[in-house]
């Protein structure tokens, strides 16, 4: 009789629990998870709304006569583009793409667009990936847009070469929206393994920007990657937050609030530790740009805001349900509300009248800022004990080994070494400041007058 009477208490207390569980997911949009990072500037952010309009022109067929063109046009001249590839040209082993040299900011731009509903081969490359499939460099990566990246740098990286040579002081830029955000991002990483095919370009000339970019490198190198990589994110866009195989995910097409729901309430049960000790699971790469543009209980859109960081913990870990999860993904949107939140960076800017030296003087101040926390996002990935993790040496994202050192040493060898290393300049210490008297006894030497 009292486990009878029990049982409406049970189901008030459930009752309770998923209202609450409801209730934060409801609160947990308007940029919850980067509530605590920094607010970009207009100098890092500047080239976004770009490079959204040059992926955007991707899509079209005649640049002279564009017909999906924004407002204000693609700012982009048909005359500088080098070469544009269809589905036809490239065979389906990943989407169109253009490379475009953009002489008035000096940069070498290759731009992938997203993924295209109708055609099966973006699904074949989307869904060629499990668990833990395909290692590189240390991480786990997407096996699909690995392959995908791999076939793009071999067949474009004599043009890439032929343009770094010709245009030493430009830099190389890989864009990409969604599925071809995945393939950019990938690309880079690719791109720096391989930099002796590209004329040894100087790493800190390649970077790249994915827009709404899919889950496809290991924690590990989504931070070690962080200097050239940039991933932005719309507000609630549900795919860098997608941990889930992305067959469900599209199988479930047209109940996606159900799936959405589903992962939320399964994310919601599963501990932080137990999702960073996994070596398996992908995340967004590189740095973060959260575009910030809804309030919770508001209607609306309000002025833009654009947070920055490298984190570690808390990288975009749990579903949103908005009902603009899947309206921030595209790629319009970003481009329209990037644009809105560099207008109010430069304006506010302008309202403040910066003199152009002390505009340089910041902009080198953002580089130092950006190694600083970058460095600190690498030592925190230690400090965590992010599988395959290490700390940041004094020459970037690699260890590079010094002349007379193999590179096979393991990390009990290195940390041996370096122990070794304190010992013997705590010994040379102690020489200069003591003596050994005839007992064994270490003295203090007394200066001498």
């Not at 208490?9 to 308007?30: D, F, P």
């Not at 908005?322 to 329209?336: F, G, K, Y």
């Not at 902009?363 to 395959?388: G, N, T």
Request: net charge negative.
């Amino acid at each position: 009789m009292s486990i009878v009477c029990g049982i409406p208490i049970l189901e008030s207390v459930y009752c309770l629990a998923c209202a609450r569980w409801v209730w934060q997911k409801c609160l947990y949009t308007a940029g919850h998870e980067s509530e605590n990072w920094g607010l970009a500037t207009a100098e890092e952010f500047e080239y976004v709304p770009h490079l959204c309009r040059l992926i955007l022109a991707v899509y079209e067929d005649d640049l002279c006569n564009p017909i999906w063109d924004p407002p204000g046009g693609y700012g982009i001249n048909p005359d500088w583009v080098i070469l544009k590839k269809d589905y036809e040209e490239t065979r389906g082993r990943v989407t169109p793409y253009m490379i475009y040299l953009d002489h008035d900011n000096a940069d070498i731009v290759l731009a992938v667009r997203g993924l295209n509903l109708a055609k099966e081969s973006d699904y074949a490359v989307l869904l060629d990936n499990k668990l833990g499939q395909t290692k590189f460099n240390g991480g786990y990566v997407h096996n699909g847009l690995l392959k995908a990246a791999v076939w793009l740098f071999e067949a474009e990286c004599g043009v890439l070469r032929e343009l770094i040579e010709r245009n030493p002081n430009y830099r190389l830029t890989f864009a990409g929206h969604s599925l071809g955000a995945g393939v950019v991002a990938l690309l880079v990483m690719v791109a720096v393994q391989n930099r002796d095919k590209l004329g040894n370009i100087e790493r800190n000339r390649v970077r790249c920007f994915a827009m709404a970019p899919v889950r496809c490198v290991s924690l590990n190198l989504a931070v070690r990657y962080a200097d050239i990589i940039n991933s932005v994110v719309l507000q609630d866009d549900f795919l860098p937050r997608t941990t889930a195989a992305l067959e469900d995910v599209f199988k479930s097409l047209f109940c996606l609030p159900c799936l959405l729901c589903v992962m939320c309430l399964k994310e919601t049960f599963t501990l932080e530790e137990k999702k960073l000790k996994d070596p398996r699971r992908l995340y967004a790469p590189g740095r973060l740009y959260h575009i910030v543009e809804r309030k919770p209980l508001r209607i609306g859109r309000f002025p833009p805001v654009v947070r920055t960081a490298v984190p570690v913990d808390g990288r975009f870990e749990h579903i949103v349900l908005s009902t603009n999860a899947t309206a921030d993904h595209a790629i319009v949107w970003i481009e329209r509300e990037s644009q809105r939140a560099l207008d109010l960076m430069l304006e506010k800017d302008r309202s403040m009248e910066i003199p152009s030296k002390q505009k340089m003087d910041r902009q080198e101040s953002l580089v130092r800022e950006h190694s600083e926390e970058y460095r600190a996002a690498l030592q925190r990935a230690v400090a965590l004990d992010i599988p395959l993790a290490f700390s940041p040496s004094s020459y970037g994202t690699f260890r590079d080994v010094e002349e007379g050192e193999t590179s096979g040493k393991s990390s009990g060898e290195v940390s041996s070494s370096s122990t070794k290393k304190r010992r013997e300049s705590w010994d040379d210490l102690a020489e200069r400041l003591f003596n050994t008297d005839e007992a064994g006894d270490m003295v203090y030497k007394r200066s001498v007058s």
